[in-house]
């Protein structure tokens, strides 16, 4: 029998999964900042990679991961996996899969996992881990009302200093 899967989310119910053999621990996206270890590290969207540090890295097992991740909630052509997966130095163990298809242009891999029903980061580890074998699921952080915590909030806040500067062209009147 498989272990129960904490599945982090990053929403105001989220909160510090402590380590323990009795369960393992997948965090989607940002959420992986709650996790002391992370066994599956379910990540959509190239932004993300802006928020792990080599720390968070090294608490991460395996990443889990499309074939064509977003940027600014949009698939692109030339955006695939591998840029993922090099935002990831250090980590061993990737699965990939195939999410659906949103933009022309972007053909399918073939050989890989393909899901086609999901909608959200969550879809997908829900469906990834069902393939793996996992039942049974506690979600944290997965809020229906929606939302995010507050840790969530701040760490991805836009900067609040701006410096004015002025710039000449020498071809300008």
């Not at 990679?49 to 030339?78: C, G, M, W």
């Not at 955006?79 to 980590?91: Q, V």
């Not at 949103?102 to 881990?129: H, M, N, T």
């Not at 049974?136 to 806040?157: L, M, Q, T, W």
Request: with cysteine; net charge negative; charged share 20%.
């Amino acid at each position: 029998m498989m272990k129960p899967v904490i599945l982090m989310g990053k929403g105001p119910s989220a909160r510090p999964i402590e380590v323990s053999d009795k369960y393992v621990v997948g965090a989607l996206n940002s959420a992986i900042l709650f996790c002391d270890r992370i066994d599956y590290f379910f990540l959509q969207d190239i932004e993300t990679l802006d928020n792990v540090s080599p720390d968070d890295i090294e608490r991460i097992d395996t990443a889990v991961v499309p074939a064509h991740p977003y940027k600014n909630h949009l698939q692109h052509p030339s955006l695939t996996f591998a840029n993922l997966i090099a935002g990831l130095p250090g980590i061993r163990n990737f699965s990939v899969y195939q999410n659906p298809l949103e933009v022309s242009g972007i053909e399918q891999i073939p050989g890989l996992p393909y899901f086609p029903f999901i909608r959200s980061g969550g879809d997908a580890a829900v469906q990834w881990l069902l393939e793996a074998g996992h039942r049974e699921f506690i979600f944290v952080g997965i809020d229906p009302d929606g939302g995010y915590h507050r840790k969530v909030e701040e760490n991805s806040a836009p900067l609040d200093q701006t410096k004015r500067i002025q710039i000449c062209c020498p071809n300008c009147d």
